[in-house]
């Protein structure tokens, strides 16, 4: 092959591949090296740190004002409650919208794609008179508390009813019917013989789920307004909101310990994510 169609054909392809990843990597260097900039300001961060230093880490666990501990269990709670919920809830409504036939399952499938088209934050006024209510009624569920801020988050519990419906019927019906002819139910056939086979699409809907909450923050600052309930998202937020310019450098280093659950996560999952979108984008 000569060079010219070698570039024509080729090499062009690894200057775009190039030029995606050098655009991708630059914020992240940057994050990183503000992140170990023992000054923590914008103006003296540099892309490649002049000085290493873990004073900006040290600083968000020895801070009474900031919390970051309690952020960050009260992050996985919410994102673990949630994520089961949702995976769950998906799961069984796709098992029914794809092996059964009723009147409204057309209907049904087209309402949650088309409640999924409007984004939460319209409901949110609705949202915050409704748990402002409830919480004199029954405290432990009203604002200012992650048990109200799971239930808001927990209405989404749909969310991916149309990617695991989608693996579900690329799966063969004769595996119900033969089940069913061996005396099987309903949930013996989901739990025992659909289940196992479901484990590539759940691994990414949860990896969808775990991600989409892990960076909810309108809502979870709306809702968790007192330190000891926030999540780390809005914790972050409330630390260079006063002074964004000298605490670069302590959002920096909360964005990296928050990015570990989910970089574990994803290695945990990766065998299955590539499988999981693949089989759940066959059918429709």
Same mark, same amino acid.
């Given at each position: 092959?000569? *060079?010219?169609?070698?570039? @024509?054909e !080729?090499g062009w @392809?690894?200057?775009?591949?190039l030029?995606? !990843?050098?655009?991708?990597v ?6 990183v ?6 000054l923590?300001?914008v !103006?003296? $961060? ?5 000085q ?5 880490f &040290?600083?968000?666990? $020895?801070?009474?004002?900031r919390?970051f501990?309690r952020?960050?269990?009260? $992050? ?5 409650s949630? $994520?089961?919920? &949702? !995976?769950?809830?998906s ?5 029914a919208?794809? *092996?059964? @036939?009723? *009147?409204g399952?057309r +209907?049904?499938l087209?309402a =949650? ?7 939460q934050?319209? %409901?949110?006024? %609705?949202l915050?008179? =409704? ?8 405290p432990a569920? +009203?604002?200012?508390?992650? %048990?109200?801020?799971?239930?808001v ?6 969310? &991916?009813v149309w990617l ?7 799966i #063969?019906?004769?595996l119900? /019917?033969?089940a069913?002819v061996?005396?099987?139910g309903?949930?013996t056939?989901?739990f025992?013989?659909l289940?196992?086979?479901?484990? #590539?699409?759940l691994?990414v ?5 775990f ?5 909810e923050f ?6 968790l @307004? /007192? ?5 780390? %998202?809005?914790g972050l ?10 605490? =670069?450098g302590?959002f ?12 574990l996560?994803?290695q945990?999952? &990766?065998r299955?994510i ?11």
């Open positions: 092959m000569s *060079r010219g169609r070698w570039w @024509r !080729v @392809r690894h200057v775009v591949g030029a995606a !990843v050098a655009f991708a630059f914020p992240v260097l940057y994050i090296s503000a992140a170990f900039n023992p923590g300001s !103006v003296s $961060t540099d892309l490649v740190p002049r290493l230093s873990l004073v900006n &040290q600083a968000l666990f $020895t801070d009474p004002s919390p501990g952020w960050m269990l009260n $992050t996985l709670v919410v994102c673990t949630v $994520t089961l919920v &949702q !995976v769950t809830c799961a069984l409504a796709a098992y919208f794809s *092996r059964f @036939r009723f *009147r399952r +209907g049904g087209l =949650l794609l088309l409640i999924q088209m409007f984004p934050i319209l %409901a949110t006024i %609705a915050f008179l =409704l748990f402002t209510d409830l919480g004199e009624v029954i569920i +009203g604002l200012n508390t992650l %048990a109200g801020y799971v239930l988050m927990c209405g989404n519990a749909f969310a &991916q695991i419906k989608g693996f579900f019927d690329s #063969p019906a004769s119900d /019917e033969a069913t061996d005396g099987a309903h949930a056939i989901f025992r013989i289940l196992p086979l479901l484990v #590539p699409i691994a809907t949860s990896l969808l789920a991600v989409g909450v892990i960076s309108l809502i979870a600052s709306i809702f @307004r /007192e330190a000891g309930v926030r999540t780390v %998202a809005v937020w409330s630390v260079i909101e006063n002074d964004r310019s000298n605490n =670069l302590l920096a280093a909360g964005a990296l310990l928050t990015a570990i659950p989910v970089v996560l994803f945990y999952l &990766q299955f590539v499988g999981g979108i693949t089989a759940g984008g066959v059918k429709g």
